[in-house]
């Protein structure tokens, strides 16, 4: 069956706050570096007070994904909670201005649109305080079924491991997808995620998924090992497919017992790391939907993946598509 | 008498909405290139539900030049009004976490913190649709007249020439500065501004103003010739101190009789003009404010400017004190 979307993600819808912070600002908030906190409504306001002047522009793990995957030339769809308010508006707006499938209702009442303090310091590295306010509130009654069914790869953030509500509309879109006979996706996010739902995400990935995505430091969490190599083989024989990103060495595709290394993209300067993740997936997301290569769907990877941290923000400021048809990749 | 600030300034509080467009969307939109035009709420909400995604900041130009002050490392208090809502509350996030005196009462009810919808085109030319909002309900009220006195310059917008009751607020906050041997400083702009108020902004420029800022076109419009030579001649025969931006040409110091040529400093690539005159405003008025000649003041407005038309937003994203050392201007 021919899909209508490349990829469908569901994911907590974010508003990020990004401002510039040396280390001894993390170090007087006591904020690890290159970490991702879930902070309540009080230390939103206390750490906000504390930051920067900031960019305000829509994150969210897989929301940039999706956003990569509309760079990039893709059809997407996206499944995330805002509230209705000024920066629910503005996350719909930026999706829906990319082209991006997104009708998931507002939260009428209760929490603010969740929002994201990122602090990036001068080597590039984002430390992300995450007040996740209406983005909890999803519920499987969101998940429409016929968006899953049109969609090549459905794809699913490990964020969501969190509120019991959003495992259960991992739950449905998982079946809807399985059914459909549509390939399932789904990424680590977060090592401090691993730690917490370990056992739960080693259950998800042997029975349901398809496709992982993590850097080392989450596959590290997940088979509890420093020694890549050992849990690279581990995740290889777990999952149909891996993609590891390994930050400037590039990333390594895992697949039907063999490792593929993938390069890098070069960057003139690395200002903000945020998205990095998200635009490896979206580019080897977008390959896998149009039957490239492995290797292919690993280097539109690393290429998004490059354009996003040479500047702020974790959403593409360039055309993907241009980018990746000039490096003979499309 | 010794000042606590370098510079008081009144404004629009504005938040920007930044997005890339083409020409074929400015066209369609029957947008001017470059200008700024006022729009009402349901034209803002058409606009936006045009434009691509985009990154929202703090703007308004006096809170861009305030901005810039302070990053040079200045003291500055700023006026204005936003609404109590979420964009509020980040303009005054932005202000105060840069050490900005801020203390103007948000409306708590009424229309939402003004916004300005920012094209940015691939030339980096900015075109700008503002609605006004919360802003236009600064009266004089706001204005705390131990501020003003307090303040070296006073800095206002020649936008505020709209709303009755903002002018109001000028003409309290100039008299208090006149009566405290404080200067007066005014940026014209915009030409279209110009165009209503001409003899207002004449009136006020040969009794009130000491400094005006302003760019070619504006001057243009407020002399109503197209000789720049001309145009100079009568605003240096009126204002003490004028200081005319020419874009790639630099800008032109007019003062005594005397035409001071400053060069415009390099960009490697101009990416959004956005706040260029208000950071030279701010770089020429902190050197003001500290004694500088007036060919320094210029130089370091040139600074100023040239750092924030190299990125996308209206203030500095680099140390303004840094760079003017590193170039020997502080």
């Known amino acids: 069956m021919t899909a209508q979307y490349d990829v469908a993600a569901i994911g907590n819808a974010i508003v990020d706050v990004i401002a510039q912070a040396d280390d001894a600002f993390l170090d007087a908030e006591s904020l690890a570096k290159g970490s991702m906190m879930l902070i309540d409504e009080d230390r939103a306001h206390q750490l906000y007070g504390r930051m920067g002047p900031g960019l305000e522009t829509s994150g969210g793990s897989a929301g940039n994904t999706v956003a990569g995957v509309?760079?990039?030339?893709?059809n997407a769809?996206?499944?995330?909670?805002?509230?209705?308010?000024?920066?629910?508006?503005?996350?719909?707006?930026?999706?829906?201005?990319i082209g991006v499938h997104f009708a998931t209702a507002p939260l009428a009442s209760g929490p603010a649109t969740a929002r994201s303090l990122i602090n990036v310091t001068g080597d590039g590295q984002r430390t992300m305080c995450t007040f996740?306010?209406?983005?909890?509130?999803?519920?499987?009654?969101?998940?429409?079924?016929?968006v899953i069914e049109a969609s090549a790869i459905l794809y699913l953030e490990g964020y969501l491991f969190d509120p019991v509500e959003a495992r259960r509309a991992f739950a449905k879109a998982s079946a809807i997808a399985r059914t459909s006979e549509r390939l399932i996706s789904l990424t680590l996010s977060d090592a401090f995620v691993v730690e917490r739902h370990r056992d739960a995400l080693l259950g998800f990935i042997d029975t349901?998924?398809?496709?992982?995505?993590?850097?080392?430091?989450?596959?590290?969490?997940?088979?509890?090992?420093?020694?890549?190599?050992?849990?690279?083989?581990a995740m290889g024989e777990r999952a149909r497919i891996a993609a590891i990103t390994r930050g400037e060495a590039g990333s390594v595709v895992l697949s039907g017992g063999q490792a593929i290394a993938v390069p890098a993209s070069p960057v003139q300067k690395v200002v903000d790391t945020t998205g990095a993740g998200d635009q490896y997936a979206a580019?080897?997301?977008?390959?896998?939907?149009?039957?490239?290569?492995?290797?292919?769907?690993?280097r539109l990877g690393s290429l998004a993946a490059a354009e996003v941290i040479s500047h702020y923000g974790p959403r593409p400021q360039t055309s993907l598509r241009e980018l990746a048809a000039a490096a003979g990749l499309m």
């Not at 580019?283 to 690993?298: K, N, W, Y």
Request: aromatic share 8%; proline share 2%; charged share 25%.
């Open 283 to 298: 580019g080897f997301l977008l390959g896998l939907a149009r039957g490239r290569p492995l290797d292919v769907c690993g």
């Open 77 to 97: 769809a996206y499944v995330g909670k805002v509230a209705k308010d000024q920066l629910g508006e503005v996350f719909g707006h930026d999706m829906r201005s």
């Open 208 to 233: 349901q998924v398809d496709i992982v995505f993590g850097n080392e430091v989450e596959l590290a969490s997940l088979f509890q090992t420093d020694d890549f190599d050992a849990a690279a083989k």
């Open 70 to 74: 509309a760079s990039l030339g893709g």
């Open 132 to 146: 996740l306010g209406a983005s909890t509130e999803l519920t499987a009654d969101d998940v429409d079924p016929a």
